[in-house]
């Protein structure tokens, strides 16, 4: 497994793959790797002959007021997980290379970027577009993989891939979860162990609206039953939601498309977010 940090050794590493007629497929990734990440990248190794995972905690996404500074960082750790994995490049772009003095461009993707997230985080968004188009023009791969945990960036990302024909293939992931429900993320461990023992009640909530959903009760009720089980648990809610699967368009009640119910919740001091097919 090599580690590539100058972006002239990445691009000879990928021109020598092109050249060899490889499939080249990248998961991005902000390190602090866990078991959904590496999901993404055995899905990466299926996929296509290469697989490069990037590990760049980018700044654009993260308000002032956010755990940029302080976001979990274990590159050791990281390269241990992925070296057992085949990963056969993991790219650490240089500090500074990728927003240089004078960087003035922001890639903005309307319609799935709005509402969701994107309500307490506004910045979000553009953050992660610009730099996985930045990601894509380095890489560039025939596949990109992406988590459904963060179902909304994963749309936002194809969209932007779909229109700005990058001739990527976005592909989702399913979420990783711990036994006990809690879906994987680098910021669990920011959770106290009471908070972690709580946490469950999250999914827990989503999928019980999900079921219920399914089985044609009217949402409106059912969101407020959620709400106040969660409130009750001690939990701040940022938004829970069901909306459309493929357009994230708000929904009233569940017809014949594909619907999921979503959810961002903050306990303890740290934002959780999730999300439950119904089906
Ligand atoms: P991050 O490092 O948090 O930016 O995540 C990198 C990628 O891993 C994103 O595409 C996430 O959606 C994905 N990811 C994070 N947690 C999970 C999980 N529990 N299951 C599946 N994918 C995940």
Not at 213 to 218: F, I, L, N, Q, Y
Request: charged share 25%; aromatic share 6%.
């Amino acid at each position: 497994m090599d580690t590539v940090q100058n972006l002239d050794e990445l691009r000879q590493r990928i021109r020598n793959w092109r050249n060899a007629g490889e499939k080249i497929a990248l998961v991005p990734t902000m390190g602090a790797l866990h078991e959904g990440h590496l999901s993404l990248v055995r899905l990466a190794r299926e996929k296509a002959a290469r697989t490069v995972v990037s590990i760049f905690v980018n700044p654009k996404q993260f308000a002032p007021n956010e755990d940029f500074a302080t976001y979990p960082r274990d590159e050791e750790g990281d390269l241990e997980k992925l070296r057992g994995l085949g990963t056969d490049l993991v790219y650490i772009p240089e500090p500074g290379s990728v927003y240089a003095d004078g960087f003035s461009t922001t890639v903005h993707v309307d319609s799935v970027s709005e509402g969701l997230c994107a309500v307490s985080r506004p910045h979000f968004f553009d953050g992660v577009a610009t730099v996985v188009a930045k990601l894509f023009t380095r890489v560039q791969p025939d596949i990109a993989i992406f988590g459904e945990k963060d179902y909304q960036q994963l749309l936002v990302i194809r969209r932007m891939a779909d229109d700005l024909d990058l001739n990527v293939e976005v592909l989702g992931g399913r979420i990783i979860r711990e036994p006990d429900g809690l879906a994987m993320s680098s910021r669990n461990l920011y959770l106290s162990e009471e908070a972690r023992k709580k946490a469950a009640i999250f999914p827990q909530t989503l999928s019980a609206i999900a079921g219920d959903a399914a089985s044609g009760e009217p949402l409106g009720p059912l969101i407020d039953r959620a709400l106040k089980t969660l409130e009750n648990a001690g939990f701040g809610i940022d938004y829970i939601e069901v909306r459309d699967g493929e357009t994230l368009r708000p929904l009233e009640t569940v017809g014949d498309r594909p619907a999921r119910v979503f959810g961002a919740v903050v306990l303890d001091g740290t934002r959780l977010i999730d999300n439950w097919p119904v089906v």
